[in-house]
């Protein structure tokens, strides 16, 4: 029984999970943003949010701490010159996981996990929004557009037999 254990371990020993993580989390510090399964991205959040929150003060205990995690000194070395300056002021919540659907080959779900601070499509604001106009009344040129601009004449279709009606 799991009995509050509250480590995935995806399946995996224990080797193979730090490895995947670390290597995981080297791709998200210098692609700033990778596609994986729900349960992957889940787990790599909780790995890395700590490497990043540490990134926010350069000291040598600090990025020697960080390189045991993951083994590659340009994702120390971008983690500590320049997602550390962008996260300065941010008290967590460095990733966000954003679900994509299903993946066909064996239905799992997938989700895209990214550094929140370089997502420029969700920073910019949406200052251009349009005033909602509501037309309580139509206007004449709105009628004008709408009718037809020649209307064909009427034809009566001729009169038939009317059945007797029962009495």
Partial sequence: MRHGCKVNHLSRT???RVAMLSNMATSLILNKRIETTLA????????????INRSKEDTMHN????FSYLHSKEAVNELFREISQKVANRPGGYTR??????????????AIIELVDYNENMLKPLTEKKAKS?????SKKAEAAEAPAVEAP??????????????
């Fill in 14 to 16: 224990h080797a193979h």
């Fill in 40 to 51: 992957k991205a889940k787990a790599l959040r909780v790995y890395v949010e700590p490497l």
């Fill in 63 to 66: 990025r020697r701490m960080v």
């Fill in 97 to 110: 996981i954003l679900k994509t659907g299903i993946r066909h080959g064996d239905n799992s779900e997938m």
């Fill in 134 to 138: 509501t037309r309580r009344s139509r």
């Fill in 154 to 167: 009427a034809v009566e279709a001729p009169a038939s037999e009317e059945a007797p009606k029962a009495e």
